[in-house]
């Protein structure tokens, strides 16, 4: 039992600091391309399904260059198709979702909505702005008053030591503070803007692969419902870049690469990829579909099989 507890504190603690956020989650389709919006979902995403993607967001700060990027977070379609068989994603088309929200009769009450909270979280701030310029000039106020204080015993020293020649210092007459003015509520303008649009609706058919989804999206599953970590493999010469933990911490292991079952492979392009994955010190690794006969159902059922290729020097 005390195991258990002590197994349950961190997971709770973990919890409490990063709570996950409401699901389905929104994963937006624009231009071809999946877009997550929110930065608490992409964090998310990262530490429970390993789903890592790519800031191609420009910095407000800094809008006129491209090496340091920003939200969105894009995703490849595997990834997005994965999470919605998961069912903790969804895909909003986009242009679809402006369309309907510009002609829908709700339109007007969700954007009152959102202006009322953008209100109430300015209000929220200058409060805070108004509480700290209190405490600050309470402080302040302190700091005076100790100094007077000081400066009033001094006084009654040298009185005490010789009253006749010295001429009593002045009091100066405090200056009547006067009561800050109403402070008026101002726009702020979040990291993260708060969604206009309903992310319900209009969604992709689940039951249709997503747009762009490529033939290797199975070797992707198989390679992912083992734990690891993938990226484009753009710059090795493969389709996924296979990490075993999270790529912050850890090279990638294997150049992966999906081929159908029956395809045709070049000996060349064998002997090329494991003696560039051993050049980098990785394996290069081939997998695909294999389509095995079931007896009991009578079907073909397919389970995905992978080979690993390495260069080694006769």
Known sequence: MEKGAADEGPVAEEEELFPPPDLPVPIWYVGGRYLVFDIKTAAWLRREHNVCGYNVGTLPQAPSQNVFLGLPIMIMPEEAQLLVEKGVACVVDDARAHDQAIYASRCAAREHAYLDETRQHASALVQQRLQEQAEARERALGKQRAKKAKARQSQNDYQA?????????????????????????????????????????????????????????????????????????????????????????????????????????????????????????????????????????????ASVRTFTVEWAVM
């Open 161 to 301: 030591v010789a009253p006749d020649f010295i001429d009593p210092v002045p009091t100066p007459t405090p200056t009547p503070l006067t009561p800050p003015q109403p402070a008026q509520s101002y726009h702020v303008t979040p990291t993260s803007s708060h969604p206009l649009l309903a992310s319900s609706t209009p969604l992709l058919p689940k039951s249709e692969p997503l747009p762009g989804l490529p033939a290797s999206y199975p070797l992707f599953r198989h390679l992912h419902s083992r734990g690891f970590f993938m990226t484009p493999g753009l710059r090795f010469g493969c389709q996924y870049s296979t990490y075993p933990g999270d790529p912050l911490r850890y090279h990638s292991h294997f150049l992966s690469v999906g081929v159908g079952w029956d395809e045709e492979l070049d000996l060349m392009d064998i002997v090329g990829g494991g003696r560039l994955g051993t050049g980098v010190k990785k394996g290069f690794l081939i997998g695909g579909i294999e389509p095995q006969e079931d007896a009991e159902a009578g079907a073909r059922a």
